[in-house]
Structures are given as structure tokens and as C-alpha cells.
């Protein structure tokens, strides 16, 4: 692009469209206001004005999970910044790449406490994988470009660019780079040859091992090479909650590990003799107590970020790179070899030692009565009935561990939740950035009407209510969205481990709640209620055929838990079946 005089208001928009972003979420407020008045002249991409700050940065994120690109909000500054923060740390913590433009005042301001004035860079440090104060209209551009390489590449993270509302103003020579390169930060994509024939070397040999997936297989659009690892291998795989989907369909796969994982999934991470794991963080939910995790095992860590390997899980097989690149050498390293005969009788007898774990203890639940709805039964029941032509989102809580376990999914990023910090409210806005993503993703590959993917939202009738203005940004921006309550009464997981924790006292968790279905008609949504199978079915059939954002309560049962569990602090091998 030719060089050209322009505010920095400006350049912030003649950069996004550089970045080919086609959708930012945001808030307008007084820091801001400037680059409101760019946004509204110009016709490169659309703005979602959402209801609140937090939910603009979800929906930014939701809209990366579901697309693979780089999610936008932006935000001003003070409160406007401060209520973000969430949104920031929840992408933060499960690697998603986001740039958050936070409006800031005036740089002869900065320290004064001023109006709305607050330390956006100080606050957002810990959880951010990189951020800027800019100082000088004359290296906007440059930190622009800056934000988007950092954002997307490596281990992806959400960039804070906090834009002082004089510099927006201020008129600057906009030359935009059409490459980075910082001294300070080259990821490592390749990864060492010796240890992948090291690793390669020792696949062959173990007569226990097991494939550990996680959500950085998601993330690198590794599905297709991971699955082929799986035919090529015949090891089994597990994966965590970051992951569901990856694995599923094949023949070995054993279901997610940790805390709520399934049987045979803990047991075989417990008893293998080869753990290798694929883009995971080894989190506390997912290991347990770590002196017992996976002891007898030689560990494999692959990960695009070195500082996480050993990090938590000392490791026998340390490679760093991108997974895509790794994996493609291991295969290459695997396929015209095979394991001794003795090792593939020993692995006859762990997949059958295996088998014996998952038909022993298969995820179930007691459907026994007609008239009390099973969450577990919604769940498989929107899988019936839409299958892989649903995004599945998720709140936080034990919703969210039944749509793990019971729907199922088949397709790419099809599954969506707070992971690492369990953010309730996420749900809701989220959905909204993965419906807009959907809908680009049919426009660019002009699928039939057949093929629609809804954007389903699984939550609770607690983290629901912590979002639900968004509502309202759903019918004035057009957004289709199905978000299903199941409706106990309670903050049902805090219900859970005060039941078996605390001698059953009930803390504060019992919850009044108001009418779901009218609350959701006040905004003009559709809202719909569900007391049984029937009326659920129904209720489903109704949000998939209407163009509106629907909202569907469904009374489930109060006391049903979730299982399995491993209480924390202990080994996954010591778990609460029944």
C-alpha cells in the first residue's frame, strides 16, 4: 500500500482491512470516540455492538475457535477496559488469537487519574501473550502489524493494543509493513529430527502406549494427520476436554481423560508404558495428583511452546514446533516400519486389557422416567437430531462436562468452551462470534441450505443469566443462535462437590430464577420451554426452523450429577464411579 497522511483512527481501520478482518465486536465509549467516527465511514468490515465488553471479547473469541482466524474487539477505556479483562484472560488461558484495541486517555493525562483513567498495560501483563501502550503516532503501524503476527503465530494469544485518544487523532505517515521480523520472538516451527526418530524409535517399542490430544491439535488444524497417526499406529488415544472431536471415530479412541473422564481413558493413562502427547498443557484436571500421573510411562511432550514442556510433567521425549510439521516427520518416520512381534502381542493384550476397562464402565445415566428430563438425554438427543450440522458451545459447569461426554461430535472445531479458566458467561456471546464465523464459512464455500451449522449453546440457568443481554445484540444484529438452558435449579457442579465434600451443605447454590421464556420474549427472541421429551423435541424443531436467536428452558433433573469423578488432589485411577 502507497504511503498516505492519515489520523491513527484511521490507520487502525486501513489495518484491519489489511488483516482481511471482516468482523470486529465492540463498545463505543468517550476514549474511543475517534475510532468510532472511522468505523463510521467505512465499509470494509462489520462492527457488532454488543451489550457489555466482556461478552464483545467472547464473542471475538468465540468467532476465532470456530473460523481459525484472529478475533477483533475493541473496547474503551477505564471500566470499558476493566470489564473486559475476562474475556482477555479466558482467551489468555486456552491459547486464542485475539487483538483487543483498548481506547486510553490522552498521553499528557497518563498518571493523573483522570477520567476513566486506568493501567490497562499493568493489569492486562498476565494475561496477555503480548500488549502495547502506543506512545507515537509513528509506530502504530508498525505495532499494528505487530499484533496480528504475534496474535496468530506460535502459541496463539491475545494481543492488547491500548490507543491514548490523542494519538487516535494525530495525523501520521501510514506505511504499513508487509512482513515482521522481531529479534526477540521466532517461534520454532520445525522440530528437532533426532528426537522425532528418538520418539519414533519408541513407539515402536512400547507395549502400552497411548496417544494424549489436546486442545493444540485444534488449534493447528491437525485433525486430518492426527487421525492418521491413529490408522497408521493402531494406539489407542485419549483426549482432553480442549480436544473433543479430534479422535472421535476411531476405533481405539477410549473418550476424555481427567477429572470427568471416562474409566478406561484414566485407567490407560495410569497403566501405559508411552504417553505422547499431542499439543497438551498437562492440566491439574487432567493429571491429578501428579506424583501418580502416567508413572509408569515414558513421557513424549510435542508442543509449539517451549516453556510449557516440562513444565508441570518431567518429560523423556521434549520436541518443540508446530504440530502440523512434527507430526508430518513422525509419519514419516512410522509408516514403513512396523513393531516386533512381540510388541504387537503385547499390544493385542493392552487393547483387550483396554476394551475390558470401557464395556465395564461406559458413560451412562439412569433414563428411567419420562416426565424427569436427563440433561444427558438432551444432549444426545440435539446430537440425534443435529449431528455434525451443529457448533456445540458450552457455559461452564456440569453442562459442560455432559456436552463432553454425550454429544457427538464428528467435525472440526465443533466443540467450544472455556477450558482452562471456566468462565461462566462465556456461552452466550461466544455463540454469537461462532454463528457470524459459520455463516462466513458457508458464504466462502457456498454450501446448500442442507448443509447449515447452528450454533447451539448449551448452558446453565446460572452462567446464563451472567450474559443475557446479549440477547438483544442477537436481535438487532440479525443473529441466529439456539441456546438451550438445562434448567436444576441450582449452580449444579458447587451443588455437587458440596454433596460430597462438605456433608451436603447446601452454601448458597439453590438459585431463584425468573421466566426464562418470557424474559427471552421481552427482547424479541423466541423463548420456549421443555418439561419433557416431547415438548423438548418440539421446542428444538421450533428454534432450528425460525431465523430468530432462541432461547429454550428445559426443567432437567436437580439431582443428577456428573460421573465419573476424580476428587481432587488423587490420582486419576481413584474415581467416584456411582
Request: a neutral charge.
Amino acid at each position: 500500500m502507497a504511503k498516505q497522511q492519515m489520523n491513527g483512527s484511521r490507520m487502525l481501520i486501513e489495518a484491519l482491512h489489511l488483516e482481511g478482518v471482516s468482523v470486529i465486536f465492540g463498545y463505543p465509549g468517550g476514549a474511543v470516540l475517534n475510532v468510532y467516527d472511522e468505523i463510521y465511514k467505512q465499509d470494509y468490515f462489520r462492527h457488532i455492538l454488543t451489550r457489555h465488553e466482556q461478552a464483545a471479547v467472547h464473542a471475538a473469541d468465540g468467532y476465532a475457535r470456530a473460523s481459525g482466524k484472529v478475533g477483533v474487539a475493541i473496547i474503551t477505556s477505564g471500566p470499558g477496559f476493566t470489564n473486559a479483562v475476562t474475556g482477555i484472560a479466558t482467551a489468555f488461558t486456552d491459547s486464542i488469537p485475539l487483538v483487543v484495541i483498548s481506547g486510553q486517555v490522552p498521553l499528557t493525562q497518563i498518571g493523573t487519574d483522570s477520567f476513566q483513567e486506568i493501567d490497562a498495560v499493568g493489569i492486562s501483563r498476565p494475561c496477555t501473550k503480548h500488549n502495547y501502550l502506543v506512545k507515537s503516532i509513528d509506530e502504530l503501524p508498525r505495532i499494528l502489524k505487530e499484533a496480528f503476527y504475534i496474535a496468530r503465530s506460535g502459541r496463539p494469544g491475545p494481543v492488547l493494543i491500548d490507543l491514548p485518544k490523542d494519538i487516535s487523532a494525530q495525523v501520521g505517515e501510514f506505511d504499513y509493513p508487509n512482513s515482521i521480523s522481531l529479534a526477540s520472538y521466532k517461534p520454532t516451527t520445525k522440530g528437532n529430527a533426532k528426537q522425532i526418530k528418538k520418539l519414533a524409535n519408541a513407539i515402536l517399542e512400547s507395549h502400552n502406549p497411548l496417544f494424549y490430544i489436546g486442545g493444540g491439535a485444534v488449534i493447528a488444524n491437525s485433525h486430518d494427520l492426527v487421525k492418521k497417526l491413529l490408522e497408521i499406529t493402531q494406539i489407542p488415544s485419549v483426549e482432553t476436554l480442549m480436544a473433543r472431536g479430534v479422535a472421535q471415530g476411531d476405533s481405539n479412541f477410549l473418550g476424555m481423560l481427567g477429572m470427568h473422564g471416562t474409566y478406561a481413558a484414566n485407567m490407560a493413562t495410569s497403566e501405559c508404558d508411552l504417553l505422547i502427547s499431542l499439543g497438551a498443557r498437562f492440566d491439574d484436571r487432567v493429571t491429578g495428583r501428579v506424583s501418580e500421573f502416567a508413572k509408569f510411562a515414558k513421557i513424549a511432550h510435542i508442543d509449539i511452546d517451549p516453556s510449557s514442556i516440562g513444565k508441570i510433567i518431567n518429560v523423556n521425549y521434549p520436541i518443540v514446533g508446530d504440530l502440523n510439521l512434527v507430526l508430518q516427520e513422525l509419519i514419516k518416520e512410522l509408516q514403513d516400519r512396523a513393531p516386533t512381534q512381540e510388541v504387537v502381542e503385547a499390544r493385542r493384550a493392552w487393547l483387550t486389557k483396554l476394551k475390558k476397562w470401557s464395556n465395564s464402565h461406559p458413560l451412562s445415566y439412569k433414563d428411567c422416567d419420562t416426565d424427569l428430563l436427563k440433561p444427558q438425554w438432551i444432549i444426545e438427543e440435539t446430537g440425534k437430531i443435529l449431528g455434525e450440522n451443529a457448533v456445540i458451545i458450552t457455559d461452564v459447569g456440569q453442562h459442560q462436562m455432559w456436552a463432553a461426554q454425550f454429544y457427538p461430535f464428528s467435525t472440526k472445531r465443533q466443540f467450544i468452551t472455556s477450558g482452562g479458566l471456566g468462565t461462566m458467561g462465556f456461552g452466550m456471546p461466544a455463540t454469537m462470534g461462532v454463528s457470524i464465523a459459520l455463516q462466513e464459512m458457508q458464504k466462502e464455500n457456498k454450501e446448500s441450505e442442507s448443509k447449515q451449522k447452528y450454533a447451539i449453546n448449551f448452558s446453565g440457568d446460572g452462567g446464563i443469566l451472567m450474559n443475557i443481554q446479549e440477547l438483544m445484540t442477537c436481535i438487532e444484529s440479525n443473529i441466529k443462535t439456539i441456546n438451550i438452558i438445562l434448567n436444576n435449579g441450582y449452580l449444579g457442579m458447587v451443588k455437587q462437590w458440596q454433596e460430597f465434600f462438605y456433608e451436603k451443605r447446601l452454601s448458597h447454590v439453590k438459585l431463584t430464577q425468573p421466566n426464562f421464556k418470557l424474559l427471552a420474549e421481552s427482547f424479541g427472541a423466541l423463548g420456549l420451554e421443555a418439561s419433557d421429551k416431547e415438548s423438548f423435541r418440539k421446542a428444538l424443531k421450533e428454534a432450528i426452523d425460525s431465523p430468530k436467536v432462541s432461547l429454550i428452558n428445559v426443567y432437567v433433573d436437580k439431582d443428577e450429577i456428573v460421573l465419573p469423578m476424580v476428587p481432587g488432589g488423587n490420582p486419576l485411577y481413584k474415581m467416584i464411579l456411582e
